[in-house]
Each structure stands twice: as C-alpha cells, then as structure tokens.
C-alpha cells in the first residue's frame, strides 16, 4: 500500500498538539495496515529534543486501529528512529518512511538566523527533503500545524499573523515553511491530516 503512493504530501493540521497527536495515530495506523512496515522502517525528523519526547509519548499512547491485533507487527513503536531533518542526508539508503514534523515557518528553516548563516542550513534541508521526496522505495510525509498559542510561538521561533484573542488565549496563524516548497516543488500535495489519517483507517491509499 505505501509502495503505491509516490511524490511529497504536506499534512495540516490545527495546532501543535493535534499535530503530533495526529502524527503519532498516522504512524501506528500506516504500519498495522500495511503488511510491508514495521516501525523500525520508519523515521521522524523533529525540530528539537522536546518535540522528541512529546512524538515519544504520543506514539505509545496513540490507540491500535479498527481490529488490528497487538501481535500483527513484529516490533513496536519504541522501534522508531528519530532525528533532525539536516540528519536524514546522512541515512543510506532511507527508510521506508520518513516524516517530517513541525515543518512551519520559523521552526523549520529557523528564519530568525541571519542570511549569511542560513544560507547553508537551508541548502542541507531543503537537499534532504527534495531526495526524501523522490527516492524510489521511501515515502515522505511532511507535517505542520495552522495557528499556535502567541507565547508558544515565541519559545519555538515560530513566525505568526493575525494575532487575535480566542477562547481566552491569545493565538497567531502559522504557514508552511517555504523551504518545503522550494524542495518538493510542483510535486507537494497539501491535505488535511484528518482526512489523510481517515484514508488509512478505512484502508485506503490517499
């Protein structure tokens, strides 16, 4: 099923927390619905050593879908390897999937670093998602969120708009990093993550 699939698909989702959440039921959804994966044939690429840990938890506690059995996948999701997206260059060959968290504005390109300094970071990304995208045998998926707590924007360097006060807290709009379009280029498909996670769990390619 997931050999089936081919090019980059960008995944949005609400905020932060319904990302990984999402993320986290995806994976474990993708690997008991396709007989050929197993966790330990999948990679996530993470912004920090916090997003990590968040991903971490997320995965055991994400549930099993519609009549999977425990004992249908050889290992389980501590299997899964994580990493820095520059570090995906380094994987020979790639994993059969490779996801691609937190992929906004700011947080993934780390806009706030001078032009000089930049300049090769974004060389080394935009490098690993463009290979990640079109190597025959690996799937990526990239993900990222829409709108953020303005605090917690401000903490991951986050680039918002259109602050506004919203339920009693005050929240901004995120956007896709322009370093995921300028690596998939006229190949990206952008989808919600709600509708692609549906896609799995009624067994179906997206």
């Not at 990304?125 to 917690?152: D, H, N, P, T, Y």
């Amino acid at each position: 099923m997931l050999q089936e699939e081919t090019g980059s698909v960008y995944l949005k989702w609400r905020e932060p927390v319904d990302e990984i959440r999402g993320m986290a039921a995806l994976i474990k959804t993708m690997v008991y619905r396709d007989n050929d994966l197993t966790f330990s044939d999948v990679r996530i690429a993470v912004p920090d050593r916090a997003w990590a840990v968040r991903m971490g938890d997320a995965m055991l506690r994400a549930p099993l879908p519609p009549g999977a059995k425990r004992t249908a996948v050889p290992d389980n999701c501590s299997s899964v390897s994580m990493g820095s997206v520059a570090s995906l260059a380094a994987l020979e060959p790639l994993p059969a999937l490779v996801v691609v968290l937190g992929a906004v504005e700011g947080l993934l390109d780390a806009c706030g670093e001078d032009r000089a300094k930049a300049a090769p970071r974004s060389a080394e990304v935009c490098g690993a998602l463009a290979r990640a995208g079109a190597e025959k045998g690996s799937r990526l998926l990239i993900s990222g969120f829409q709108r953020v707590e303005v605090e917690a924007a401000r903490a991951m360097g986050v680039v918002v708009r259109r602050p506004r006060r919203e339920d009693g807290r005050d929240v901004a709009f995120a956007r896709r990093s322009p370093w995921v379009d300028e690596a998939a280029g006229d190949d990206l498909r952008v989808v919600s993550g709600e509708q692609f996670f549906a896609a799995w769990v009624a067994g179906r390619a997206f």
